[in-house]
Structures are given as C-alpha cells and as structure tokens.
C-alpha cells in the first residue's frame, strides 16, 4: 500500500512559482505512474501532469503546457510539479495520484491511492 503526501502548497501572487511535492511511503515508487490533479471549488477534478517513472515519459494538460514540470527523484520516492507564470484560475486544492503502470492516464477513477491534497492559492 502506497501512502502519499503532498506538501508546497501555498498563497502566491500572479506570475509567481510554487514547486510541490509528493512523497510516496509504504513501498517505492518503482513501477508506476504519477499523476497531479487539482479540484477548485464547485469543479470537478481536473488532470494536471503525470510521469511514467519507469520509462520518465511525461504528459501535460492543455492548461499547463509550458508552464508546468513534472519529475522524480527517486532516492527521495518523490515526485515534484514544478509551476510557474502561476494565473489566478491556477486556484485549487492539488492532489497527487499513483498507479501501478507504465502507461499514464488523465482520468482521476484509473489511480489506486491518492493524498490528502495541498491548497495553491494565485492572487491577482
């Protein structure tokens, strides 16, 4: 069982950064994929990035491409998301996702174990 917890989380003013975290206990990260989703208020759950983290393909929503990076640090069983040029609808809780597969997904219901989340809050 993979335990997640994501940490980073916090206030930041339009075009700022915010580099958050997910740190995988109960077992490593070998053979599978992690996700980052974010949920606003009154929306659903959204796909943000994922990454294969045995073959490191990455994959990026729409709304983040640029903007965003995805990667691992292994020794660590740590998978960052690196934002930057942050805008205000960049508002949310963020969850990070795993699953055990080298192939990613962008729909929330194909991840196995999620964590508690981290608030991002972008003002303008």
């Known amino acids: 069982q993979v335990q997640l917890v994501e940490s980073g989380g916090g206030l930041v003013q339009a075009g700022g950064s915010l580099r958050l975290s997910c740190a995988a206990s109960?077992?490593?990260?070998?053979?599978?994929?992690v996700g980052w989703f974010r949920q606003a208020p009154g929306k659903e759950r959204e796909f943000v990035a994922h990454i294969s983290l045995n073959t490191g393909t990455t994959y990026y929503a729409d709304s983040v491409k640029g903007r965003c990076a995805i990667s691992s640090d292994s020794a660590k069983n740590t998978v960052y998301l690196q934002m930057n040029s942050l805008k205000p609808e960049d508002t949310a809780v963020y969850y990070c996702a795993s699953k055990f597969a080298w192939v990613g997904a962008t729909t929330p219901s194909r991840y196995d174990h999620w964590g508690q989340g981290t608030q991002v809050t972008v003002s303008s």
């Open positions: 109960g077992r490593t990260f070998v053979g599978y994929t």
